[in-house]
């Protein structure tokens, strides 16, 4: 096809495009005027009832029961006792409100099996330098060494605690990560700047807390016995 | 308060009006369409709601219900539903019948066609010959302004077929005028 075909082709298309409109117009004119045709009553009715129904939400019965049955198996999987806990040594970890929570998951120890805590003893196999023990405190079911540098601004502590039904960790999520530290699942959570590793040990829930560094904090843990 | 007032003056209407006030305004007109195409009372009515029932699917596209545009754009889907039941999805006029025009080189000299006003009334007429197939699509996107796509979608047919029953539509008007320009000579 010539160019100049082409070209007219084109102007063509556009005069057929820009006249479709009126053509349209002198077409369904002829519809417009005419005799009203009497419609049947059963047409009223389904008119009636398409109209009535239009834009309401259906529900296909079979649908409805397959959600139905898909929600009640999330509910429960989402309220289940394993979906909402996350294994931690001898503990499960339960998300809560507050803030995280560990739960004992077994038995609570009886008062005799409290006896490893009574004898409150730390063997910490490296101390960041500048630091002395200034406070120490032994109960029954809690003892703990606190240690602070020269300067007085920088602290941790270490601590063994019985674990009761539950012992709750200061933090809502922030920097939380578990962690392997001489094959022990240590789970680490930072606040406001304090490190925290904890983690378990029959029964006995230890804590490595501080705002000091947190290398130093790991290399207390390494090197505790 | 006014402000409140006003607009709860001014509350535009539901889909739901909307539906009932097209099908109110347009009742007798979609059935006589439907009618002259299927001769038929009852199949009429039922073209009538399949027309409505459609609507409802694209009542977004309906602004001004009085307007000489929706009343050609429910003229169409209704002519479209009127000829789907007269022909069970049938097409007739089948597309291969126009595919030897989309090859066929138009040979005639270019300023032989002249756009006067009697071409344009001719252009016209030849337009609303055309076979419905062709003829809906191109009222729809030259005449609506619509998109291939949602012509296709209103009309439950591919973007292709849009797309060549459109350039059909174009090809046998030109070539009719080109028919007529060589007689002419």
Known sequence: ?225 | MFLFLQRLINKKPTKKQKIEAVYKKWRFFMYRVAYDVLKNHAMAEDAVQETILRLIDNIDKIDDIASRRTRNYIGVICRHIAYDMKYRKVSIGSDAEYDSLASEALSRDALSVVIDNENVERIKEYIKSLNYIYQEVLFLYAGEGMSVGEIAQLLGISTKTVQKRLERARIKIRQKLAEEATDNE
């Open chain 1, 1 to 225: 096809m010539s160019d100049n075909n082409k070209n007219t082709d084109t102007v063509l298309d556009a005069v057929i495009d820009s006249l479709a409109g009126e053509a349209a117009d002198e077409l369904f004119d002829a519809y417009e005027q005419g005799a009203e045709p009497e419609f049947t009553d059963e047409h009223n009715k389904k008119m009636e009832k398409i109209i009535s129904h239009a834009f309401k939400v259906h529900f296909n019965k079979r649908m409805l029961l397959v959600a139905v049955i898909a929600m009640v198996l999330a509910l429960g999987a989402a309220f289940s006792v394993t979906a909402r806990r996350d294994k931690f040594g001898d503990f499960y970890i339960i998300n809560g409100q507050r803030g995280t929570t560990f739960r004992l998951s077994e038995t609570i120890p009886t008062e005799g099996e409290s006896a490893e805590v009574n004898r409150c003893h730390f063997f910490l196999g490296y101390i960041p330098e500048g630091y002395e023990s200034n406070d120490n405190l032994e109960t029954k079911y809690r003892c703990y060494d606190h240690y602070v540098n020269e300067a007085g601004d920088k602290e941790f502590t270490v601590t063994k605690a019985l674990i009761t039904d539950t012992s709750e960790i200061p933090t809502k999520g922030e920097g939380i990560e578990m962690m392997d530290i001489n094959g022990n699942e240590v789970f680490k959570s930072q606040n406001n700047g304090v490190t925290s590793l904890k983690y378990t040990y029959q029964n006995i829930l230890i804590s490595i807390e501080g705002n000091i560094d947190e290398t130093e904090l790991i290399n207390i843990a390494e090197n505790m016995k």
